[in-house]
């Protein structure tokens, strides 16, 4: 991960554990469609500019360096359709050879370049008519002053996988992109704004997809070196053949608080106000916001918190619109050469009438509990991860899943 500015490393845990943390909540559940509504993929959001002087410095020269490598892993799925009645058990395999590049690996540049790229191929043991390819790709770009730090960036994502909005197996694709900034005008005060777009497409009869534009400005006062917070005003326009156009205006007061070294919370709490811009006049208003809490017990364990709120166009009903509010909080043990994991993924997915719809739709509860653990071998050339989860899915429709995977990836 690229360095933040030297007066917030503090807060780069955030930029770390935030997507790791959409990582699990993603695997766990199995929310394809919420993807478009992370606006944040990088993680940048929390990182605010120092208090020297602007000083873009685009002389330094750019270094670059490439890594690659290849994984493999097995899962097995006792739900592979997420069926409440018909439950049908699949074993997958995936062979995942990936390519980075990095402008700046020492870290320090004032520009930076980053790229990858990961195609996986996937074969099912009882459903081969569904084997494919897979691709994945991220690229962003980084400027970086003493008070100015600027990101664009764009991400790209095939998917083939059972949707839980979905309520079956999908294929697909999500593209997430934006520019995002930080600059501090004043000792005490930073300015951030953010453009992003989310779109996703479905190659499955279906399901309809959706594009998600957002647009974030706000701003921090550090009251003190621990504690700081500010306005945010964010606009999000929905689009979908499903519901037409949903604009959504929110009004919310962000915070970042360091507990001694160990207690870090950065989150923000407000008020969304939305409603159609075509012919029904529906609207409504509620609260919105998110939470990352990280609370280092000691040196070997950690607990992490994540609660976001999200809002999506559903995928297969016409008529409404997902607010999904997520909840995630797990413990991790480090040791020596590896790290263990065990925590739970909760999802709350209200279904809200904003058009004509075509049937009643009952809320979704996903509730999922795993345990994972990762070792390194060979100088940290090779990994090795395994996972076991168990969910369960209540409402609209019921089901239950277990899914044990395990896997390796190897470094040259």
């Known amino acids: 991960m690229l360095p933040p500015p030297r007066n917030f490393k503090k807060w780069a845990w955030i930029a770390c554990v935030y997507p790791f943390v959409q990582l699990v909540s993603v ?34 020269g750019i270094k670059g360096a490439f890594s690659y490598g290849i994984a493999a892993n097995a899962e097995y799925n006792s739900n592979f359709f997420l069926s409440d009645k018909d439950k049908k058990s699949e ?11 990095r402008s700046d690996p020492e870290g320090g540049a004032k520009v930076s370049f980053n790229a990858s790229y990961t195609p996986t191929l996937r074969a099912y043991l009882h459903n081969s008519v569904l084997n494919g390819v897979d691709h994945t790709g991220d690229v962003s770009l980084t400027v970086q002053g003493t008070k100015t730090l600027i990101r664009s960036y764009a991400v790209y994502n095939q998917f083939s ?46 399901s309809v997809g959706s594009d998600l534009y957002t647009t974030e400005l706000g701003g921090y006062w550090s009251y003190s070196e621990r504690l700081s917070f500010g306005p945010v005003i964010r606009y999000l326009v929905a689009a979908s053949g499903n519901i037409d156009t949903r604009d959504s205006w929110s009004v919310l007061l962000q915070s970042q608080y360091l507990v001694g070294e160990r207690i870090r919370v950065a989150g923000s709490f407000g008020l969304e106000y939305a ?7 529906k609207s409504n208003v509620g609260p919105t916001g998110h939470l990352m809490a990280r609370y280092e017990l000691n040196q070997r ?75 390194h071998f060979f100088s940290d050339r090779l990994d090795f991860s395994s996972k076991v989860s168990y969910g369960v899915n209540d ?18």
């Open 27 to 60: 695997a766990s559940a199995q929310n394809f469609s919420l993807q478009i509504a992370n606006s944040d993929p990088l993680g940048l959001r929390s990182v605010i500019p120092g208090t020297d002087d602007l000083d873009f410095g685009l002389t330094n």
């Open 275 to 281: 409603a159609n811009s075509g012919g029904d006049e």
């Open 91 to 101: 074993l997958s395999t995936n062979l995942m050879p990936y390519l980075n590049y």
């Open 395 to 412: 409402g609209d429709t019921n089901w239950t899943q277990f899914v044990v995977s395990t896997g390796l990836r190897v470094s040259f």
């Open 161 to 206: 996988g059972a949707d839980r909005l979905s309520g079956t197996y999908v294929t697909g694709t999500i593209l997430n992109g934006g520019v995002q900034a930080a600059c501090q005008v004043a000792p005490r005060t930073s300015l951030t704004g953010l453009w992003s777009v989310g779109m996703s497409d479905y190659d499955t009869p279906g």
């Open 301 to 375: 364990w950690n607990w992490t918190n994540l609660i976001n709120y999200a809002m999506v166009p559903s995928p297969t009903e016409v008529g409404y619109i997902v607010n999904n509010l997520s909840v995630s909080s797990f413990f991790d043990r480090n040791f020596t050469r590896g790290t263990a994991q065990f925590g739970l993924d909760y999802n709350l997915s209200n279904y809200e009438s904003v058009g004509v719809v075509t049937k009643n739709r009952d809320n979704e509860n996903n509730l999922s509990v795993f345990i994972a653990y990762q070792r």
